[in-house]
């Protein structure tokens, strides 16, 4: 496993190689996944301004669990080692629901299960994702990698709201919508990284109706076709976010203002590539922490005076 992994490291200490004979105890499990999230979590310090400190360490249960599988799946050099360490990971798993921890991060997951009645599904879901992603190179169309970000993304959004006191089932709805939108940004932004990496999210018939074929990818061809269908695939992920932007009406005001600035970064990069003229292949996007910053003050101050989610009607 490269050295950038996060956890390359801890596998050396919890991975299947090592036979962990005592759970490891439950306070040192805590402040593992917590000093995980401390690490990795891009937006770590507004974690701690915006949600409540006493779902924090919950939360962060769930990133490391979602931080291992994803490296686990991604920063190896063979497919098939990360098929074998995401089989590993979700034997784990189902140990967990049978009550048998031992790796550190189940073991502070297991808490966060029993706190809240968490189902298994959503974290087999993700599973599921990054084992497609060591599977699948190329998606063809819409309704295939929507089916992808129902695996790979949606599930992160279920558990924000168990985690949250949320588990209305009419709230999963628009903040599914915000996780599809999210990760079809990140589709856009990252192409030219996940070209690189032999990867193409993006759907290619989508790509085929202006001209642009598959080994334009390759090339990274900039031209009026690239510019036309990017622009789609923005107009998509806008939608999505918008509609569940709309749907977080009822929520707890920290989870409205949570999910508005989520959506508030993701439109965000939705301009900036816009801005470029969507050259994203000799353009690197990039935000400064100052423009983070300035970016969080503004979704703020609009959600605050009711700009971003109609309260009445």
């Known amino acids: ?78 497919p098939r080692s990360g098929l074998a360490l995401l089989d590993w990971w979700h034997r784990l798993l189902q140990d967990c629901y049978a009550g048998q921890v031992a790796h550190p991060v189940f073991v502070a997951l297991r808490e966060t299960i029993e706190t809240f009645g968490i189902p298994r599904d959503p974290f087999a879901d993700l599973l599921a994702g990054f084992r497609q992603d060591q599977q699948v190179r190329r998606y063809q169309t819409s309704e295939e990698l929507l089916a992808y970000c129902r695996y790979a993304a949606n599930p992160l959004g279920r558990l924000f709201l168990l985690i949250a006191g949320c588990p209305d089932a009419s709230f999963r709805r628009p903040v599914e919508h915000i996780c599809t939108g999210i990760a079809w940004v990140g589709f856009c932004r990252h192409l030219p990284r996940d070209v690189r990496a032999g990867r193409i999210y993006l759907p290619l018939t989508h790509a085929l109706r202006y001209g642009y074929r598959e080994e334009d990818f390759l090339r ?49 990069w939705i301009r900036r590539i816009r801005a470029v003229g969507y050259d994203i292949w000799s353009r690197p996007l990039r935000m400064s922490s100052w423009d983070k910053w300035g970016l969080i003050a503004r979704t703020w101050w609009q959600w605050h005076r009711g700009q971003l989610i109609p309260q009445n009607g």
């Open 1 to 78: 496993m490269p050295n950038a992994s996060p956890i390359a490291a801890d596998l050396q200490r919890f991975g299947p190689l090592q036979i962990l004979r005592e759970p490891v105890p439950l306070p040192q499990a805590r402040k593992y996944c917590a000093s995980l999230m401390r690490r990795h979590f891009p937006d770590f310090l507004l974690f701690r301004m915006v949600v409540p400190g006493r779902l924090q360490q919950h939360f962060a249960n769930v990133f490391a669990f979602w931080r291992w599988g994803k490296d686990l799946a991604q920063h190896l050099h063979d």
């Open 220 to 268: 990274r061809t900039y031209n009026e076709a690239f510019q036309m269908f990017l622009e789609k695939e923005l107009a998509e992920a806008e939608g999505w976010l918008l509609a569940g932007r709309t749907g977080l009406r009822g929520l707890p005001r920290w989870v409205q203002l949570a999910g508005c600035l989520a959506v508030g970064e993701a439109l965000e």
